[in-house]
């Protein structure tokens, strides 16, 4: 893990005051005299102004993390599970990265009755691999949040706070998180349309909040707390838009200029289950939007479903600067990978993310490249139709 993560609901600055009066070697002119001030005092040459500091914090986001059943038997491993696998080849952009991200579309239990579509309830061992991994914070506010109900939702947080990794979008506390890293404040937010049905049940509990719902009144609270509390920049992470679904909705365009005009720099968007395109609104300060970075880990396979691009996804990488007191984006990329799923030698599937124009390249090798070049290939082709290069910044370390 690379920073820590304080979880907020207000954040109390105090600074100390210095006054000025009767300073130590003061000189007195009621009684010094006019000797005192015959002479010209020395004056110091002046200081050479230094230039302001710069720093950067750099980030990389993704999709639906879901588990059917197919791949919780694939990750079984005797007693345990194994689910690195399929983050092989973009482990080292996790690690690298100051902040790494993913939409947690599911609940962690212990229990060993484990179900899938509809109610998501996944071994607990999710939390460990994803820290391991090397992630920092997790997407926890999306339709699927309240599939365990408050308990389940509230050991989900147990668990990946033990791993060592932050959440945002469920809480017990206060929703704003703030990400410190290389001395940049980056506030952290997160909502979701709905939770399939669950709100009255949440609506009911104890803690009838506990989950962050997308409405102006929720945004614009959050964000005004994490400019009190000083914040360089503001992330958002959304989960809205229409299931398998390209075009962008009039909800997702609605919201995308309510989080530009309350100030916030990058949206990471998912839901849809499929990647939607990259865009900008443009102002005194822009919003740079990933509407839906699609899926990361699923079982859903065109084929199957008879549903476009459900096997592929996108990466989202972005950096903010900072000079002085001025906090920018400097870098807002994407990349097209595609999920591959085949046997492995034990009859069980497996599942590895594959980008899709490094491996086309030659810039990463895959060994199931020749396997998979026509799915590469589809999946880069889909990515180069739909996305917006106009909404794209080329950071310096890409």
Known sequence: MKKAIIILTALLLLGSLTACGNRPGAVDKKTQGAEAFAEEPQRPAPEKKEEPLETSLSLVAFGDFMLHRPQIEGARVGDDFDFTPVFALYQKDIEERDLAMINLETTLTDQKTYTTYPVFRSPEEVARDLSKVGFDVLNTANNHAYDGGQFGLEYTLDKIREAGMGAIGTTEVGFPVIYESNGILLGLISYTYGLNGFESSMAASDSPYVVSLLTEENIERDVSILKEDGVDAIVAFVHWGEEYHQPITAQQEHYAQFFHDQGVDLILGSHPHIPQTQGVIVGERPTYIAYSMGNFY???????????????????????????????????????????????????????????????????????????RGKLEGAHREYLQFFNPDALLEGADQ
């Open 298 to 372: 699923t079982n859903q396979r065109p084929e199957e479903m008879g549903r476009k691009n459900v096997d592929m996804g996108l990466a989202t990488y972005a950096t903010f600067t900072k000079k002085g007191e001025v906090t920018e984006v400097t870098e807002f990329n994407t990349e097209a990978f595609h999920l591959d799923r085949y046997y492995g030698e034990d009859g069980r599937r497996r599942y590895v993310a594959v980008p899709a124009a490094r491996v086309l390249e030659g810039a990463m090798s895959y060994e199931r490249t020749e396997e998979i």
